[in-house]
């Protein structure tokens, strides 16, 4: 086992924890879901942020419970078209809403 003493600081790079951080942004659609360009592993889908119009909203998966409105989600992490990840909002956004991901895959 390596304790943290051992390590130096700064010299775990993204490439060495196994994951990719990664983001998508969309708008223009009034929808209730989005499918992202990856699936994302069943593992992190608690991690996955949803920013609407710069405003963070609740991914209800991570709380166990089930998007009620537009300011809450869910994550499938291979539910979309193709077997990527989908994001369900509780109810349609808007057209004008601008929505950011932010993931690790």
């Known amino acids: 086992c390596v304790s943290t003493a051992k390590i130096q600081d700064s010299a ?3 490439a060495k924890w196994g994951v990719t951080p990664r983001m998508e942004g969309f ?17 992190l889908v608690n991690y996955v942020k949803v920013f609407k119009n710069g ?12 998007a009620a409105d537009n300011d809450e ?13 989908r994001i369900t909002f509780g109810a349609s956004i808007s057209a ?10």
Not at 76 to 84: E, F
Request: glycine residues 10%.
């Open 12 to 14: 775990v790079t993204a």
């Open 55 to 66: 405003v963070f909203l609740k991914n209800m998966t991570a709380m166990g419970d089930t």
């Open 73 to 85: 989600y869910n994550v499938s992490a291979t539910g979309g078209s193709g077997g990527v990840c």
């Open 96 to 105: 004008s809403d601008l929505i950011v991901v932010d993931f690790l895959t």
């Open 27 to 43: 708008n223009g659609s009034a929808v209730s879901t989005l499918d992202l360009s990856v699936a994302v592993p069943s593992t």
